[in-house]
């Protein structure tokens, strides 16, 4: 990664059905130097990922429409290789095993702290920037 790649802002789309939850996060990434952007509909996020691309995606699983299992399920297979971290309620071994088997690259139970939140997006965007191009 250059210098100038480092310094922009990675995109943050956060897939939420709970406005309050996704404008805290939403906020908490921009103070924090990030760009970030809220969904509460799987079916809107899927069209907004294809049509912006953000770094990384922020996924809750319970969405209207469309679930984040499936949401997740269909990005992947699209080939898209976008980061996924899925933020849920759900916190069993059953259901973390369930969110990697369909494409999360990482994992992060309700309720959660917004500093190990930032911690793992920032770490995700990084290990993307890192992979080398073929």
Do not use: I
């Amino acid at each position: 990664m250059n210098s100038a790649s480092a310094a922009v802002a990675p995109s943050v789309l956060v897939v939420d059905d709970e406005p309050v939850l996704s404008g805290t996060v939403k906020n908490y990434l921009e103070r924090a130097g990030m760009s970030a952007q809220t969904c509460g509909d799987g079916l809107v996020a899927l069209d907004l990922v294809r049509a912006t691309a953000p770094d990384v995606v922020v996924l809750d699983l319970g969405l209207p429409r469309l679930d984040g299992l499936e949401l997740c399920r269909r990005l992947r297979q699209a080939g898209r290789g976008t980061p996924v971290l899925m933020l849920t309620a759900r916190d069993t071994l059953d259901d973390k095993l369930k969110g990697y088997a369909e494409g999360a690259d990482d994992y992060l139970v309700k309720p959660f702290d917004l500093r190990e939140l930032e911690v793992r997006l920032r770490a995700l965007c990084r290990e993307r920037s890192d992979t080398p191009s073929v």
